[in-house]
């Protein structure tokens, strides 16, 4: 299928698992931020076997803006830095996703959990949209607004979330949900009998000429702009010693 990928610096972080002692304002307990979400799969494989969803995932970044009232999102707060292990200021941070949708939140540069949390002020809520892969995007903020760009690799997906916001008195997980920027394309080549197989031998690559090299999205108050550029030749599956390509 087709998808990507990219590379950033990641920062290391410490083995030890995050508690969520950090000193910050307010009670913690009441105002951790709970989430829960879904990676919709592929339609025909979705409508062929309902157990496709959800999928799940890690390597996923969720960006945070400001804390700030509903309706007032400034995507240029979140800069292109990690956030701190405590988080409630503006930045991203790692999540795994499990198969039942549930949210873990991580470093953005391994897996140790950590815990995020909703300003003490009730007014202001915290703002959020996902991404995938995380260590595959390059974030920008050249237009004013946080950029994400990655390189079509044609073996990766690439996905972002919705917009979602809360605050210490929501009730109930926030609930962003998935959706794939690339298409996944299955090739099938068959041979009319055997004679025919062996005169032609085993497929070596799979080229996809015009293809884009790049999709870019820009995270813009509560929705986000997708373009996608470059063409050239890309190679989805290749032979390597030797050995045909499947």
Same mark, same amino acid.
């Given at each position: 299928?087709?998808?990507?990928?990219?590379?950033?610096?990641? +920062?290391?972080?410490?083995?030890?698992?995050?508690?969520?002692?950090?000193?910050?304002?307010?009670?913690?307990?009441?105002?951790?931020?709970?989430?829960?979400?879904?990676?919709?799969?592929?339609?025909?494989?979705?409508?062929?076997?309902?157990?496709?969803?959800?999928?799940?995932?890690?390597?996923?970044?969720?960006?945070?803006?400001?804390?700030?009232?509903?309706?007032? *999102?400034?995507?240029?707060?979140?800069?292109?830095?990690?956030?701190?292990?405590?988080?409630?200021?503006?930045?991203?941070?790692?999540?795994?996703?499990?198969?039942? !949708?549930?949210?873990?939140? $991580?470093?953005?540069?391994?897996?140790?959990?950590?815990?995020?949390?909703?300003?003490?002020? *009730?007014?202001?809520?915290?703002?959020?949209? !996902?991404?995938?892969?995380?260590?595959?995007?390059?974030?920008?903020?050249?237009?004013?607004?946080?950029?994400?760009?990655?390189?079509?690799?044609?073996?990766?997906?690439?996905?972002?979330?919705?917009?979602?916001? !809360?605050?210490?008195?929501?009730?109930?997980?926030?609930?962003?949900?998935?959706?794939?920027?690339?298409?996944?394309?299955?090739?099938?080549?068959?041979?009319?009998?055997? +004679?025919?197989?062996?005169?032609?031998?085993?497929?070596?690559?799979?080229?996809?000429?015009?293809?884009?090299?790049?999709?870019?999205?820009?995270?813009?108050?509560?929705?986000?702009? $997708?373009?996608?550029?470059?063409? !050239?030749?890309?190679?989805?599956?290749?032979?390597?010693?030797? $050995?045909?390509?499947?």
């Amino acid at each position: 299928f087709i998808i990507m990928c990219g590379a950033v610096l990641l +920062t290391g972080c410490s083995k030890s698992k995050d508690t969520g002692n950090t000193p910050v304002p307010g009670d913690l307990s009441a105002r951790e931020v709970k989430m829960n979400t879904a990676i919709i799969g592929n339609r025909a494989a979705c409508e062929s076997d309902p157990s496709n969803l959800p999928l799940s995932a890690t390597d996923v970044w969720f960006l945070r803006t400001a804390d700030a009232p509903a309706g007032s *999102v400034d995507w240029t707060s979140v800069g292109t830095s990690a956030q701190s292990p405590a988080g409630y200021s503006a930045g991203y941070f790692g999540a795994t996703i499990g198969t039942d !949708g549930s949210v873990v939140f $991580t470093y953005a540069s391994c897996t140790v959990e950590v815990k995020i949390y909703y300003s003490d002020n *009730v007014s202001n809520y915290a703002h959020f949209m !996902g991404l995938y892969p995380g260590s595959g995007a390059t974030l920008t903020n050249s237009t004013g607004n946080t950029v994400a760009t990655w390189i079509i690799d044609g073996k990766t997906d690439v996905m972002i979330s919705n917009y979602v916001n !809360g605050n210490k008195s929501s009730a109930s997980p926030v609930t962003p949900q998935f959706k794939h920027l690339l298409t996944w394309l299955e090739f099938q080549v068959k041979a009319v009998d055997a +004679t025919a197989s062996t005169i032609w031998g085993d497929v070596q690559s799979v080229t996809i000429e015009g293809a884009n090299s790049s999709v870019t999205v820009e995270f813009e108050g509560d929705n986000t702009q $997708t373009n996608y550029a470059g063409t !050239g030749n890309l190679t989805t599956v290749s032979a390597t010693d030797g $050995t045909p390509a499947s």
